[in-house]
Nanobody, 124 residues
Framework: QVQLVESGGGLVQAGGSLRLSCAAS????????VGWFRQAPGKEREFVAA????????YYADSVKGRFTISRDNTKATVFLQMNILKPEDTAVYYC?????????????????WGQGTQVTVSS
């Protein structure tokens, strides 16, 4: 199993930036593919970004493409989400998640492990 802990959320003005971190506890960190999701009040959890199973490809939701970047530091078993040009509609609780399958990177049900979430609030 793997435990995930997010950090880096906060309050930022529109147009600003934040970097979220997701620290994984498992020694077998490289056996998981990690993605980021978010959930706004009253809405379903939605896909934001993810690595492919091999880690060589990244995927993004259309709403964040060109503004957000997913990256990782394998030496620290940590995945990052750099968020630039933030908009009020980016306000949500952001979750990192880990999966052990190659497909369905954009589906929450594909991920078996979740962090506790970190709040991101973008003011207009």
């Amino acid at each position: 199993q793997v435990q995930l802990v997010e950090s880096g959320g906060g309050l930022v003005q529109a147009g600003g930036s934040l970097r979220l971190s997701c620290a994984a506890s498992a020694r077998s960190y490289n056996n998981y593919a990690v993605g980021w999701f978010r959930q706004a009040p009253g809405k379903e959890r939605e896909f934001v970004a993810a690595f492919s199973w091999s880690g060589s490809t990244t995927y993004y939701a259309d709403s964040v493409k060109g503004r957000f970047t997913i990256s990782r530091d394998n030496t620290k078993a940590t995945v990052f989400l750099q968020m630039n040009i933030l908009k009020p509609e980016d306000t949500a609780v952001y979750y990192c998640a880990a999966r052990t399958t190659s497909g369905g990177y954009y589906l929450p049900r594909t991920y078996g492990y979740w962090g506790q979430g970190t709040q991101v609030t973008v003011s207009s």
